[in-house]
């Protein structure tokens, strides 16, 4: 907006007056942010589609600095939709990745251009069976990139070890589906809920290969494990 010499502007005139606007060519599911610093890598997006098929999309979006729009920089196939998108937390490694979850854990490199790896790292703590129970959702730990917690409709809660590619510990959250995890500050506390209607944080009593212990607060609404 064009201002008087001396006038203020407003947080809602600032910022409504930049909005951007993409079209993706089907429902979007979910999206995520990079966390770069980098020139090439500011404003940029990965969104999820929702198509009631096995193949889904993910795209990398980004602005263009010369028309001021979100433009589409890369695009790769997804197994089903994914649940939960994620950049890495981690600034200063040489490539920015992106994690998905579905049916498993994927880590795909991304690179500065926007291309995407086609064969990702996929985390599976089950390979001899043929079966997967779909996750639900993850989160990253900022502390330590390296560590990931996965929650699944098999009521576990899965942390992972990203660079060897395993889980270090595995536990029952719930007594049913895990709707959703988030690390604390810190390593060593994570939060979970689910369809059981509890609330669940979990307090990290040792490493590298972590333990939990609990503690429970019961009310008609909400239990709280510590």
């Known amino acids: 907006p064009t201002l008087e010499p001396g006038a203020a502007l407003s947080f809602s005139t600032y910022y409504f007056a930049r909005i951007y606007t993409y079209q993706a060519p089907w429902t979007v599911f979910g999206l995520a942010w990079s966390q770069r610093t980098e020139a090439h890598s500011r404003f940029r997006l990965a969104i999820g589609s929702f198509i009631e098929e096995y193949t889904n999309k993910i795209q990398l979006i980004q602005r263009n600095s010369e028309t001021n729009a979100l433009e589409k920089i890369g695009e790769f196939n997804h197994p089903y939709p994914a649940t939960k998108i994620m950049f890495s937390p981690a600034k200063d490694t040489e490539h920015d990745s992106l994690a998905t979850t579905g049916d498993y854990l994927r880590i795909w490199k991304v690179a500065p251009d926007g ?13 001899k069976s043929e079966y ?3 996750l639900t959702s993850f989160d990253w730990n900022e502390t330590d990139p390296n560590m990931i917690g996965t929650s699944s409709i098999d009521t576990t809660c899965t942390i992972w070890d990203r660079e060897r590619g395993v889980a270090t510990t595995q536990l029952i959250a719930h007594d049913k589906e895990v709707y959703d995890i988030a690390f604390a500050q810190g390593k060593n506390v994570f939060a979970s809920v689910g369809a059981d209607g509890c609330g669940d944080a979990r307090i990290c009593a040792t490493a590298p290969c972590p333990t939990y212990s609990s503690l429970s ?3 008609s609404f909400l239990k709280l494990f510590m």
Not at 115 to 127: C, E, G, R
């Open 217 to 219: 607060l019961c009310s």
């Open 115 to 127: 291309t995407v790896d086609d064969v990702p790292a996929l985390l599976n703590n089950n390979s």
């Open 132 to 134: 997967c129970a779909p």
